[in-house]
């Protein structure tokens, strides 16, 4: 499929994702799936917005890809080619992140399957396991992302989360695709809190990627994506296949939009990072904040792996603020920070997870770090923490 990977027009070499090996990740994000220049046209075409297209009358839907809009379109083709060449394979997207993981364990799991799945990993995956996934026969089990790790004979799929939301504990990937693979077993990884950017889960030697595009990847809090990438034509298949017939794709000018954000994903998480990294060293010299997790802290238990396994650190910091009254105070005090879910947008936003049913304390904080100047927010929150002190 040609139009799907696009190449340098000069000749050098490309990339696995189809870039020169030298262009660093500002340029890959620019460029990622713009066509070919071709005078008269815009950089990035607009969203083609069609449920069936004109047919040729002889030859049918063999003349074209574009034959009608739940298979294929040619805004979200794009939109695959660039965020395959970020993640260094091939693409599907999804209409949501849910839609894309449901999507990939239903489409891979048989019963009788047995499939490991994160125990501290996105709740919403959680139910859905123990309330769908389980009822068809698959053997669901959960293992904490930083392990320890069962023996993987006869495990059909090791799904995992690193950095795991909304904990942030991380495991070693090429380790665990070297075991997985060992015992015959898949490996998936969900990059959502790390990005393509954040780590290259298909280098490090896992099966496939699967993603909400949600959250950092498009950063810009106005859609829902999810995808999966891999560099196996027969797993690809399989996926499409299911997306074809069950239908959850993303519209296409949800998809243009996406694609329009991806080009400042390198400057976006570069801000989001730095600002996470003064935050996280804000809240661990307070004695009012308990917890703290940020990867990128030396002390934090996923500093070493981490360290060595991603090329950048998340915006997210996680704490605790005792209860949840003290977390409504905190918020309303703050200047910057909005009280909403999601993670990784251009505004720095407080989830109190367990107000979602999600199994963490009452007074777990997500802060999702936006691209706001650094001062600005380190001294908004140490306002709004001492507004909130305990007596
Ligand atoms: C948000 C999220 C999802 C689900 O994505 P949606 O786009 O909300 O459907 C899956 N995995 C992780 C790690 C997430 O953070």
């Not at 389980?134 to 995992?160: E, I, K, N, S």
């Not at 500093?303 to 603020?321: C, K």
Request: net charge negative; charged share 20%.
């Amino acid at each position: 499929m040609g139009e799907r990977t696009s190449g340098p027009a000069d000749g050098a070499a490309p990339g696995p994702g189809g870039f020169p090996e030298d262009w660093a990740d500002g340029t890959r994000c620019v460029h990622a799936g713009l066509p070919e220049p071709a005078p008269g046209q815009p950089f990035l075409p607009g969203p083609v917005f069609a449920a069936p297209y004109h047919l040729d009358p002889w030859q049918g839907p063999a003349a074209s890809p574009n034959g009608y809009g739940r298979p294929d379109n040619p805004t979200r083709r794009l939109l695959e080619a660039a965020i395959g060449e970020l993640e260094g394979g091939d693409c599907r997207v999804f209409a949501s992140g849910q839609a894309a993981i449901t999507g990939l364990l239903l489409a891979v799991l048989r019963p009788g399957d047995t499939v490991l799945l994160p125990a501290d990993g996105y709740f919403p995956v959680r139910s859905f396991a123990t309330q769908t996934l389980a009822g068809t026969g698959v053997d669901v089990r959960f293992v904490p992302t930083a392990g320890p790790y069962p023996a993987l004979d006869g495990v059909r799929l090791v799904l995992v989360e690193t950095p795991a939301n909304p904990g942030l504990d991380v495991c070693d990937i090429a380790a665990l695709a070297e075991r997985a693979h060992a015992a015959g077993a898949l490996l998936a990884v969900d990059n959502t809190t790390a990005t393509p950017l954040g780590q290259r889960p298909l280098d490090l030697g896992a099966d496939l990627v699967v993603a909400s595009g949600t959250k950092a990847l498009t950063g810009h809090s106005d859609l829902l994506l999810g995808y999966v990438a891999s560099r196996s034509a027969h797993l690809l298949e399989t996926v499409t296949a299911w997306r074809t017939t069950t239908g959850a794709v993303p519209g296409a000018f949800d998809a243009w939009l996406a694609h329009r954000s991806l080009a400042t994903l390198d400057l976006r998480l570069a801000r989001q990072s730095a600002n996470a990294e003064a935050v996280a060293r804000l809240l661990v010299g307070r004695p009012d904040v308990t917890g703290v997790r940020w990867p990128g802290l030396p002390d934090d238990p996923a500093h070493p792996v981490a360290s060595v396994q991603m090329r950048r650190l998340p915006g997210i910091v996680s704490f605790d603020l005792g209860d949840a009254d003290r977390v409504a105070r905190f918020v309303e005090a703050s200047r910057l920070v909005a009280a909403a879910t999601s993670f990784g947008g251009l505004h720095t936003t407080a989830d109190r997870r367990a107000q979602w049913g999600d199994d963490t304390a009452p007074g777990f904080v997500r802060l999702s770090c936006g691209v706001e100047d650094t001062a600005d927010l380190v001294a908004d929150l140490t306002a709004a923490l001492d507004a909130v002190r305990p007596a």
